[in-house]
């Protein structure tokens, strides 16, 4: 069965995310920015989410971690929370 483990910051605003996407990509430590703007409480780990199995995350999620590249950081994800940065730090298929 897949699995993976990933990382992500959750936002209120697209505009949000994209600004910390830009720092990121710019130098910015993503766990450090995670703990800084996350709302989920997963921030206070760096974004951290541990590793998990498809369907484990709404779709929207689960369909970047189970199919894009990985050590990139991927978004704006809009789902039903807000808007969400995702690394995906390893998987196994």
């Known amino acids: 069965m897949s ?3 990933a990382r992500h910051i959750l936002v209120n605003t697209e505009e949000a ?5 830009s720092q990121i990509e710019g ?16 921030g206070s780990q760096g974004g951290d989410l541990g ?9 929207e999620f689960d369909e970047v971690i189970f199919s894009a590249e990985l050590g990139k950081v991927h978004g704006p ?4 929370f807000g808007y ?4 995906i730090t390893s998987r196994t298929d």
């Open 3 to 5: 699995s993976a483990t």
């Open 17 to 21: 995310c994209n600004d910390l996407k």
């Open 27 to 42: 130098g910015a430590d993503f766990a450090k920015v995670a703990a800084e703007n996350s709302k989920c409480p997963s």
């Open 51 to 59: 590793e998990f199995g498809p369907g484990a995350m709404v779709q």
């Open 77 to 80: 994800v809009k789902t039903q």
């Open 84 to 87: 969400h940065l995702i690394e």
